[in-house]
């Protein structure tokens, strides 16, 4: 079985036309419908085109130093160095010209002029006018040859070989982009290595809860998660402390600030000069809005981390 030319299947998923719209339509649609390997391929081809075609496209439009740049690379006259506004169609555009006589090139004759014949061809049969001048043509007087012969248009694959040679390009590209978005929509994350995780307990005076814990991703830094829940507030809504978040020593003599912890969770980045051997406690304080960066005293809650084994 011969299969559809790749550039027959490439331009019916570009072009968003049915089988039966392209060359030779009936016998596209008909082999489709028998050749598995075929209709598959132009499925992938057109979820492709479909993929390239929902990536949105921002024209941004050049700013006057762009535009000088251009001039003067170009050696542009001063009659042209203006910067060029948005094109506009129709004949009420600002500084529309109307093209003269010749501004096509060689025209045909005017209305009662002799048309030339051509030798061998036979007599002029008709002139196709300019838009707007159907005294003018820029193509010549239209002659119909004698005795000339008509030839057929076939499916063969000679006549292939004038198709338009952009459509496998066109679908190269489209292929190379969809490869692209594919792999940043669909290629997994680096997954997190988790390296300790603990329980956060209420110290006196607090009724709350919470986790922690520490992971770090392939090519990222070491960051702590807290989640915190808290009782009922004893301060009055707007007067709630605020909460900052601390590595500490198990014996409180040693402690880092990673910051302040804004709703119920929170993640953090450990710096890279802090060992977490050494400072193996989370600690949640509850801090008054004075300025004072040390720590209140006043923690709501606190825990170990707990080391999780590394995989090799």
């Known amino acids: 079985m011969a299969h559809i030319d790749p550039d027959d299947l490439a331009l019916i998923a570009l072009s968003g036309t ?80 109307a093209p003269g006589p010749d501004a096509l090139g060689p025209v045909a004759p005017r209305p009662g002029a002799p048309v030339p014949v051509v030798p061998g061809l036979g007599e002029p049969v008709g002139v196709l006018p300019i838009l707007g001048d159907p005294g003018h043509s820029a193509l010549g007087p239209v002659v119909a040859p004698i005795d000339a012969p008509v030839t057929a248009l076939t499916d063969g694959r000679p ?29 997994p994350a680096p997954r997190e290595q988790l390296l300790a995780q603990g329980t956060l307990d209420p ?30 507030p004893s301060a009055t809504p707007g007067d709630e402390p605020l909460r900052e978040v601390w590595l500490l020593t198990p014996d409180a003599s040693g402690l880092v600030s990673l910051g302040l912890l804004t709703g119920d969770t929170g993640r953090f980045v450990v710096p890279d000069a802090v060992d977490l051997a050494e400072f193996s406690v989370v600690d949640v304080s509850a801090e008054a809005s004075d300025g004072d960066p040390a720590h209140s005293g006043d923690s709501i809650v606190r825990g170990e981390l707990v080391p999780r084994a590394v995989a090799s």
């Open 159 to 187: 006549a292939r070989q004038h198709r338009l040679r952009w459509v496998p390009v066109a679908a190269a590209a489209a292929v190379g982009l969809a490869v692209g978005l594919s792999a940043s929509l669909w290629w």
């Open 18 to 97: 049915g089988a039966t719209d392209a060359p030779a339509g009936a016998n596209v649609s008909s082999h489709l419908a028998e050749c598995p390997d075929c209709a598959r391929e132009l499925a992938e081809l057109r979820r492709t085109v479909d993929l390239g075609r929902t990536i949105p496209l921002d024209l941004l439009t050049p700013s006057p130093t762009v535009w000088a740049g251009i001039h003067a690379e170009l050696g542009l006259s001063a009659s042209v160095a203006a910067v060029p506004g948005p094109a506009t169609a129709g004949p009420e555009a600002a500084g529309a010209v």
């Open 203 to 232: 110290l006196p005076g607090w009724t709350a809860s919470g986790e922690a814990s520490v992971a770090r991703s392939a090519d990222g830094p070491r960051e702590v998660t807290v989640t915190l829940s808290v009782g009922a």
